[in-house]
């Protein structure tokens, strides 16, 4: 089991930048030949969506159409550490962010394909 703790929320105006991070530990990405790492978003009253994830072997990455071209999803493999780059940021993106991890490659962007959690980072964009 992979352990994941996120870091790095906080309260920003709308237009500004944030940069999420999901630091693992336990049974790391090192004992797969690879693994898939993704964000998912859940605001109040709304279901947990799909943010972005990536082929850790790869550092090839994927995105909700939501948030292409202004988020940016990258790791350091040294540290089992993988970083949100948010910017752009707009009002509709304030949430609770969760990091998630799987052995191999996840096809799909459905939350329950993702096995390990993080505890939930706040974004708070204001307008």
């Known amino acids: 089991q992979v352990q994941l703790v996120e870091s790095g929320g906080g309260l920003v105006q709308a237009g500004g930048s944030l940069r999420l991070s999901c630091a693992a530990s336990?049974?790391?990405?090192?004992?797969?030949?690879?693994?898939?790492m993704g964000w998912f978003r859940q605001a109040p009253g709304k279901e947990r969506e799909f943010v972005a994830k990536?082929?850790?072997?790869?550092?090839?990455?994927f995105y909700a159409d939501s948030v292409k071209g202004r988020f940016t999803f990258f790791r350091d493999d040294a540290k089992n550490t993988g970083h949100l780059q948010m910017n752009s940021l707009k009002p509709e993106d304030t949430a609770v962010y969760y990091c998630?991890?799987?052995?191999?490659?996840?096809?799909?962007?459905?939350?329950?394909?993702?096995?390990?959690w993080g505890q939930g980072t706040q974004v708070t964009v204001s307008s």
């Open positions: 998630a991890a799987a052995p191999g490659w996840i096809v799909g962007r459905n939350p329950s394909e993702f096995g390990s």
């Open positions: 336990g049974r790391t990405f090192s004992t797969y030949s690879t693994y898939t």
């Open positions: 990536i082929r850790w072997n790869t550092d090839t990455a």
